[in-house]
């Protein structure tokens, strides 16, 4: 138990723990202090000196981010020496930025027009200071836009790219009225080691970062009568959308998705759990092929640990810092990929359509999947597979043009031949999620019985730790898995960058010895991407992640390979996992880039 | 050259005195409380600018519990208008090393730093045979203390504590919130006692000679002497050690060139006395003196009647806009507002009216500002606009 201290707060007396910040104190008694430059992920930097309160006995107010309370103290968050203070740093916020409004992307998610709009802030006194300096915006991305002239220099994307990603591609150069976030060399966004996860976005407050968005390439696809547009769901997707339209963090709104897609005019609406299903298929028997070459046919060439491949930002990073280790990485395509290289064969195949006609167009929690679907190697299909990748958010915007009622559509279940799935294929969209399905689906292909834990839930794996391991030992395998008898496979799950890192330094130090890890580049994995609502916090994440387990659970089936649709694939067209056509259509190769 | 009863030379700090070794060994033979105690009594302050009383810097340090602390020499002397502390470096460096070793000797240090500013690298080569020679005397009588220099870049901002602390780590150099403070948290998270160039010296003095002697100079809550940096419109710029407590008028009449309009004390960070304000302003740390007194690192600039406010004003304003770490909002965009501000009324662009808003600005930068930077701006700005108002608009 933490010692309690006494202080009053606006004048009534409060017993909070020792060492809590004013501002928790205040919100734990429910008083509101507006900021800028906190964010409950990061480490306070208690620079935009918006949350500020007086103290009483103190000339100087005082930052409540980055105060600790002590006992005594005498608080004031609204007196007229800080309400005169608070309103001289809007405005001054204001000053600098590029306050156009109604022509920003971010317009009615901006927390400096939230502020502006509670001060009441009417004129324009001061000088304004954008047409002195020469903002240029860096569009050169395929996923993130950046615009100097809306930024307030909170520094929160830099604190996200160092502190959850470890990325630091976005830093403070210069000082004084120069000062300003830009990449090494001030080069573009585009040219730096970034690796598009787009958690700078969901941190920016205002519209100085912002997905590069496509909606008005999806609606004239849709409008073309030419054109047949498909559209895909991430796993994600469903936990978050709702929080744009109108639900809490907490509810799953899959058919009310599927409603909307269909109104919104997409001619298919289906699922990329289903191509996540597939990968657990490819990656799973991937796996199993591995040890098989390495611990029967003795081969030296095959890496141990194996790491996942979905989640394009991971990919990217390991491109970028361990280059040498790519042979680490699972072959398999991402499920968005995956889903894109389908689409124009085996469904325009079995629709009877042109692939030319047809558009694919996938909506993710992800900014990376822009960059992914962009890469030059994803044309497997003889065509661009995913011709448009839509963030959570921008899925929100269209829906909203749209003049959907969001809240009353009824459910909707996704068209036949790629929009069934599993429970397995749900949980892709949590940290550990695709390990637990990998495991269900492996354990039981080598031995012929469940996994060995509670209702199929591989606990360990789950749940927001930066990194978690787990340790499955097969016993009694399958007669042609004999050789994986009493194998203790070990496991690891990292998320967020920054434990990326940890863990491939645990491997290349020889710390560790994994067979199997898999990585996400966002923190609590797709479900808190950097495309997901704004905003993202760790409480967030944890409901999304309820959210998602609990749609898992109410499933009936929920390992990959039931999934109905699955099989028929491999009957009707792939033949086999790591078939000849899966090699071509389902796995692709990695480069090595540069650190800088 | 003339004297003036009033105006009260000292020679302590460039004394030229052979006996730091001696100084060394009996000061670590004292018990540190018996030093604290001493530094105390002397009521010595900090020389740098804020005045922090020095003895009960090294009393939080020496109390923090930790193995490792540090004692850092802050020489990134950078306030427009100050150059004592470089000539402290290259004629008595001694007294300085003496003192940071004695420090670490109180608290518990065994490494010591001296934060030089990049600007200064000319006292680096002088410096370093100072320390190898100092080092080698430790060693000699067994007494484990080194001493590092750590170049600067060229900030001003870096002269703030914690910005100092960033640099040092190698990180950009941008202040801390505080707390924690130094005492507690300091270079590397340590218990780290930092104290400016001259602070240091007047420590050897104080050790040398007691805090009586010390004390017994200047006045109430202004004890001892200070090197003053003098400029500007006078015949004799240079530095001068004074005692605390003197009147401004002395002090113009002494060095000024008998046509003195204004004294701006403190560097651009300090406050600006109208020749109407001479006789009650005393020079010293803030506390009950007559009129204003002053924070100060020691810069002393006069302004005879050819010198317009306004281009003063523009020209610290712009070193602001310049040398603000453009971290917090307050100090960021207000200097370039202040700037801004005062152009546009001198142009017209603004009227009079809008130098009181400005005015009110200081006032929230004074208040909101992260560090003493930002804080200070409002010092010079506002004792010049209310000043000279009519200056700044016509």
């Known amino acids: 138990m933490a010692k309690k201290i006494k202080i009053s707060i606006n004048g009534v007396s409060v017993e909070i723990d020792q060492d809590t910040t004013i501002l928790d104190a205040a919100r734990q008694t429910g008083v509101i202090i507006p900021t800028l430059c906190y964010h409950k992920d990061l480490c306070v930097a208690g620079n935009c000196r918006v949350c500020i309160v007086e103290i009483m006995g103190q000339k100087r107010l005082t930052a409540a981010c980055a105060t600790p309370c002590e006992e005594g103290m005498d608080i004031l968050t609204n007196s007229l020496k800080v309400r005169n203070s608070r309103k001289h740093i809007i405005e001054l916020l204001l000053s600098e930025h590029n306050a156009d409004c109604t022509r920003c992307y971010k317009n009615g998610n901006c927390e400096l027009q939230k502020l502006a709009s509670e001060y009441k802030i009417m004129t324009q006194d001061f000088i304004r200071l954008v047409p002195f300096k020469n903002y240029t915006i860096d569009q050169f991305s395929p996923s993130i836009i950046k615009d100097d002239s809306k930024c307030i220099r909170c520094q929160r994307c830099v604190r996200t790219c160092a502190e959850l990603q470890g990325v630091n591609a976005l830093t403070v150069a210069h000082k004084g009225d120069q000062m300003k976030i830009t990449t090494f060399f001030e080069k573009a966004m585009n040219d730096v080691v970034c690796t598009n996860c787009g958690q700078c976005i969901n941190h920016c407050p205002t519209g100085a970062l ?156 992800c900014t990376a999947k822009k960059f992914e679907a962009n890469r030059p190697e994803m044309h497997d299909s003889g065509y661009r597979d995913v011709d448009y990748v839509l963030t959570t958010r921008e899925l929100a915007i269209m829906i909203k043009q749209a003049g959907i009622d969001f809240m009353r559509l009824g459910d909707v279940h996704y068209d036949r031949l790629m929009g069934e799935s599993t429970g397995a294929g749900v949980i892709f969209g949590a940290t550990g999620g695709v390990m637990e399905a990998a495991l269900r689906t492996a354990y039981e292909l080598v031995t012929g019985r469940d996994v060995p834990f509670d209702n199929l839930n591989i606990t360990p794996v789950r749940g927001m730790e930066g990194v978690k391991e787990a340790t499955v030992k097969i ?99 792939l033949d086999h996992p790591l078939s000849e056509k899966s090699h071509h259509l389902l796995h692709t190769h990695y480069s090595p880039r540069d650190r800088f | 050259m003339t004297t003036n009863y009033l105006l009260k030379r000292v020679d302590f700090i460039f004394k030229n005195e052979n ?194 002697r010390f004390y017994d100079l200047g006045v109430q809550y202004s004890r001892g002497s200070k090197l003053f940096s003098v400029s500007g419109d006078t015949p004799k710029p240079g530095i001068y050690e004074l005692e605390l407590g003197m009147s401004l008028e002395d002090f113009v009449e002494e060095f000024g060139d008998g046509d003195t309009k204004a004294v701006q004390v403190g560097g651009a960070s300090g406050f600006l006395v109208p020749r109407k304000r001479f006789h009650e302003t005393a020079i010293g740390f803030q506390g009950k003196l007559t009129g204003i007194s002053l924070p100060t690192g020691g810069s002393m600039m006069l302004f005879n009647s050819s010198r317009s406010m306004f281009n003063v004003l523009d020209n610290y304003l712009e070193f602001f806009r310049e040398e603000s770490c453009g971290q917090c909002t307050p100090c960021r965009v207000g200097c370039q507002q202040l700037l801004k501000g005062i152009k546009a009324v001198k142009r017209g662009e603004k009227n009079a009216q809008y130098l009181d808003k400005l005015l009110r600005l200081t006032e929230t930068m004074q208040y909101t500002a992260k560090c003493g930077l930002g804080q200070s701006v409002a010092n010079s700005f506002s004792s010049i606009v209310e000043n000279f108002r009519e200056e700044m608009i016509y």
């Open chain 1, 475 to 573: 016993e009694n395998p399958l007669k042609e898995w004999t050789f994986l008898e009493g194998v203790e496979l070990k496991c690891a799950v990292a998320h967020g960058l920054v434990n990326a890192h940890k863990v491939m330094e645990s491997i290349i130090s020889g710390e560790s010895n994994y067979q199997f890890i898999e990585f996400m580049a966002c923190p609590g994995g797709c479900l808190g991407g950097g495309g997901q609502p704004i905003p993202t916090n760790p409480e967030i994440r944890r409901k999304r992640a309820e959210a998602i387990y609990a749609e898992d659970e109410g499933m009936p089936l929920r390992k990959s390979h039931q999934n109905p649709e699955i099989i028929k694939i491999y009957k009707d067209f």
């Open chain 2, 19 to 212: 006996d730091w070794e001696v100084i060394l060994s009996k000061s670590i033979n004292r018990a540190p409380q018996e030093l604290i105690n001493e530094l105390i009594s002397s009521e010595l302050k900090g020389r740098g600018g804020a005045g922090f009383p020095t003895g009960l810097k090294w009393k939080l340090s020496a109390e923090a519990v930790n193995d490792t602390k540090y004692v850092i020499c802050n020489a990134d002397e950078g306030e427009p208008g100050t150059f004592k502390d470089r000539e402290i470096l290259s004629r008595v460096p001694f007294k300085v090393l003496t003192a940071m070793a004695v420090c670490g000797h109180v608290i518990g240090a065994k490494e010591g730093y001296i934060y030089l500013r990049g600007e200064y690298h000319f006292l680096r080569p002088e410096l370093n045979k100072a320390i190898v020679e100092f080092e080698y005397y430790c060693k000699e009588i067994k007494f484990d203390f080194s001493i590092k220099i750590f170049m600067g870049s060229g900030a001003y901002i870096c002269g703030e504590e914690t910005a100092l602390f960033e640099s040092m780590e190698g990180k950009r150099g941008e202040p801390r919130n505080k707390p924690p403070f130094p005492s507690t948290s300091g270079y590397m998270g340590k218990p780290t006692v930092i104290n400016n160039v001259e602070t240091l010296a007047h420590t050897f003095t104080i050790f040398k000679y007691g805090a009586k």
């Open chain 1, 210 to 365: 912002v997905e590069k968005n496509y909606i008005e390439e999806v609606w004239d696809a849709i409008a073309d009568k030419t054109k047949h547009v498909i559209v895909q769901t991430a796993p994600a997707v469903r936990v978050g959308l709702g929080e744009e339209l109108g639900f809490g963090p907490c509810v799953r709104v899959t058919g009310k998705m599927v409603a909307a897609l269909k109104r919104l005019g997409f001619d298919a609406v289906m699922d990329t759990d289903f191509t996540a299903d597939l990968t657990i298929m490819e990656e799973g028997t991937e796996l199993l092929t591995r040890l098989k070459r390495k611990m029967v046919d003795h081969d030296p060439d095959v890496k141990f640990p194996m790491a996942t491949s979905c989640s394009p930002g991971w990919i990217k990073y390991i491109e970028h810092m361990y280059p040498d280790y790519l042979d680490h990485l699972s072959t398999c395509k991402s499920p968005q990929q995956m889903f894109g290289a389908l689409a124009k064969t085996y469904y325009a195949k079995a629709r009877n359509l042109d692939p030319e006609t047809i558009v694919s167009v996938s909506i993710m929690p």
